[in-house]
């Protein structure tokens, strides 16, 4: 018997994100998970519609890190609620100062399931 996630993300095309994250040192790497942690927890218990959003640190390089998000909606759920909100727009200015400073480089790729 499938779960109601499961047989919600059969009936259609999940939109789906992976991030990549390069930090250049430690620090900026521990600023970034500091940050990264209380808004993965917000977007866990706020965004019903949001199937998976995880963060992984690479187990052959501290300085490497993966985002991996599923929307069932990419309009509706990653547009319309995830990127709207307040806490991303705090987190992802976060992210663009690290940016801009040369501290990370940010790479990802977007996926429709099929």
């Given amino acids: 018997m499938q779960s109601s996630t499961e047989e ?13 994250l390069t930090f250049i040192d430690e620090e900026s790497s521990s600023k970034f998970v500091n940050a990264a942690s209380p808004y993965i927890d ?9 199937i998976m ?8 390089n501290p300085l490497l890190y993966n985002f991996i998000e599923r929307y069932l909606d990419k309009e509706r759920d990653y547009i319309g609620t ?18 801009e400073s040369g501290k990370v480089s940010i790479s990802g790729n977007s996926y429709i399931d099929l």
Wanted: charged fraction near 20%.
């Fill in 53 to 60: 959003y995880t963060l992984m640190k690479s187990d052959k």
């Fill in 82 to 99: 995830h990127r709207s909100s307040q806490q991303f727009k705090t987190f992802r200015s976060l992210l663009t100062s690290l940016q």
């Fill in 8 to 20: 919600k993300t059969s009936r259609i095309n999940v939109f789906n994100l992976i991030v990549q």
């Fill in 42 to 50: 917000y977007v866990r218990l706020s965004e019903p519609n949001t």
